[in-house]
Structure formats: structure tokens, C-alpha cells
């Protein structure tokens, strides 16, 4: 049956801002109480997404999280109307209102863990929500994006869509953005790899050898995830490099991609052991090219990239790696000049960094897969740390099963152009942190929201629409 890999991008909210909530994200600090452009973040998401679709790959969208949560609030002991609790919120405790307006769900890449039918062992395709219980103003994403995406993935007889796992420090669970999927074609049976940065047992993150940015991932989560989807038998665990994630990767995503049979890899970027130093890619890309061989029959390509070559703050400064790597359609046009089936799809800053540039011009000379790279701006996002990789939230999927989708997700000529129009209706044109307890806001992003269920067909998926 015929499978293509389908790109999920989140909208961009309408309440993006530069709060600089994440520990470990270097550019979330570094941006921290900066003015953000809500409407221009989004309109940047939405057109790369659309410079996807318009290459022939299948393209589909996320909508935004009900924020301000002020459900969130009253958790804590806030009470009276909406604008009341959330100016009481700014007044006693910003940064929890700061976590309540968050649009961090515009990372569609931690939404959830996706394993496709090839993979599992009921033959459904897995979708769990991550929990996000690291932090705050991403733990209370959980329930919505599990109630979005069983309004999409609603035949169960296909899909089966999980509860987030409990929220305890062993099952920490941030979604596909430590989790790759290799195989030798996307309707194939596959590989996945699950990456994490606590191993189990892990007491604190100085026991993970890591002293300056915490460990996200847990290792019991993968583990947990791998079980609920029937792929255990044929996952592959890898450690992240504890010195990689004191210099800023957070999330595996951010140092390393793989597509089908090909994985881009900096060469800091898993470990072995709980020494400081990590030990090295050398074990873990063994054990994942053994296990890609007896399962895929291929072997894969690894490219790597060493830190003479890029530096491990030039990969996260340019966001090499948390590039899309996609599988360009099978037909003469969408590869003209018969050089590869894949595009890497970068961010801008990679084209501007003469390392990060000769990067990918030696992918390009060196991997016969490759057919070619595109740049696009999405300086919205990753001034908050996110790269268009980050964006999206990968789902392998069957013709039949995009068949049975809900809603309108499909991101089509005529959805980008509703969907820019109601962006330039609704989105403000600049937002500071301090004007987060505006109640005008609120009404504006419910406002907008309600607007967005009805063109996307959603029904009363947000909370407050109930």
C-alpha cells in the first residue's frame, strides 16, 4: 500500500513570546524578555510549511493550544473571572503567567511519539502525547494535545492515540524530538531510535555527568513509549553525550536527523557510560547499523560531522541538525536533475555560517541520496530555540489511513490562504512579556481559536469552548 512520510507543522499562537522559560535552551535565554512578533512568526511557519507542499510532499497542520491556560492558574490557587486570575497571576507570580500565554505547542516535534502500521505489532499506527513534565509552562500541554490529536487520528480502528505517560522525573517524555525513525523506505519496516539523556536510576544530573543543563529525556520513558507501541523488539536506545547537553542540545533534534537510510550526526552527539566525557558516537552507531541491517536489509548512510569541522556552539548557534530531511516524491519533476531523492530543509542562519554552509555543501557532494538543500526563515522561532525541525511533527502514514483523518489539516491552496488571512486578522503585529496579563489578549486569542475550529473543522476542542 502506497506510505509517505506526512509533515504535521504546529501553528505558530497567537500569543508567541519571548519569555525565556527553558533551561538549557540557549537561544530561549538569550532572547529572554526580547519583543516577539506574534503575526510574522506565524506567517513564517505557515510559508515554510507551504514551500513543502509545494515541492509535492504532503503537508499538514497542527492547530495552536488554547492559551492564555487559565485553568492553569486556578490549579495554584488563583480564583475569580479569566482577566482577574491572570492579573492577579502577574502580579504575585509572572512566571507562572508567563507558562500560562506560552505558544511552546508550536514545536509540533515534542507533541508526541509517533510509530508508524509498518512498525508495530496490532498493525495501527501509535501516537503518544509527551508529557513535557520538565517544565511548567510546556507540562500543561499534555491534555489538549491529546485531545486535538484524537479529534485527527479519531478511527481507532487504524490509529491508536495514548495517554501521556505520568509525570514523574523517571518517565520525563519530550516527544519526537528524541526519537528517529530509519529504514530503507518509509512504507518499510523500520528502526527506531530513541535517545535519552537520564539513564535509569539516575538520581540527579550530576550522576548523569552533566553539571550546567539538565537531562530531559528519561531513559524509562523511551522505554515506556517503545512498550505501548509494540516496537520494542526492534528499538534502539542511545544516550546523549552529557557534554553536548551542558552546551545547549536539550533535545537529540538539535544534533542530530535521520530520513529512511540516511542519519546526519555531529560527532559528539550520543555517549556511552555516565562518564562526563560521554564516550562517543563509535557504540551507538554500531548497535544502530547492525540493527538497521537485519531489520531493513540496507545499510544505512551515516554522515558526520566532527567539531573541528562545526563546533558544537555553531551547531546550536545555526541549527544545523534540527533541519528537516525529507523524501522528495518519485517523479521526474520534484528531481530534475537525477541527483537524489532527499532535500535538507535549513534554517537561513545555516546558509550564513561558512561552517555550517560547507557542511551541508559536503553532504550534498558525499551523499548520493541527497538531492539538493532549502534555506527559509523562521527567525521567529528560533530566536526561542526551535528550528524549522521543530516545527513538525513526523508521521509515516498509508493512503488509507490519510484517508480516515479528521478535520482539515491538509494544507492545501486554498487552507494557507484562509489560514494567512486569519493570521493577519487576529495576531498582533508585536508582544512583550509585560503585556501578558492584558485581558484584551485573551479575548483575542479565544477569539482567533474559535475562528480557527471553524475553519479547520476541529468542533469545540478547546476547553474554553466547552
Known sequence: MPTLEVNFDGIVGPTHN????????????????????????????????????????????????????TDSLRRIGFSGTDAEVMEQAGKDTPDALAAACSASAMWAANAATVSPSADTTDGRLHLTPA???????????????????????????????HEPLLA???????????????????GEPGVELFCYGRPAGAGCDLDCGIHKHP???????????????????????????PDAIDSGVFHNDVISVGNEDVLLVHELAYGDGRGSSGGGNTGALERIGEAVRVR???????????????????AVGTYLFNSQLVTLPETAESDPDGRGRMVLIAPVEVEENPYSRACVDRLLDEVPQMGGALFVDVRESMRNGGGPACLRLRVVMTDAERAVLGARTKLDDALYGELVTWVEMHYRETLSPSELADPALLRESRDALDALTKIMRLGAVYPFQR
Open 131 to 161: 508529557n513535557l513534565a520538565f517544565n511548567r509552562h510546556r507540562a500543561i500541554e499534555a491534555v489538549q494535545t491529546r485531545d486535538v490529536l484524537r479529534t485527527i487520528f479519531a478511527d481507532e480502528h487504524r490509529f491508536a492515540v
Open 215 to 241: 537531562a530531559r529525556q528519561g531513559e524509562e520513558a523511551s522505554v515506556a513509549v517503545a512498550r505501548l507501541h509494540g516496537v520494542a523488539e526492534h528499538a534502539v536506545y542511545v544516550r546523549q553525550n
Open 168 to 186: 514523574t522525573p523517571r518517565l520525563f517524555d519530550e516527544g519526537a524530538a528524541n526519537h528517529t525513525r530509519l529504514c530503507a523506505r518509509h
Open 18 to 69: 519571548y519569555a525565556g522559560l527553558s533551561p538549557g535552551n540557549i537561544a530561549s535565554a538569550k532572547n529572554a524578555g526580547a519583543v516577539s512578533s506574534p503575526r510574522k512568526a506565524a506567517l513564517q511557519g505557515l510559508a515554510k510549511a507551504k514551500k513543502l507542499a509545494d515541492m509535492g510532499l504532503v503537508q499538514h497542520v497542527l492547530p495552536p493550544l488554547a492559551r492564555p491556560d
Open 296 to 314: 531493513c536489509g540496507v545499510e544505512p548512510t551515516v554522515f558526520s560531522v566532527s567539531a573541528d569541522e562545526l563546533s558544537i556552539d555553531d
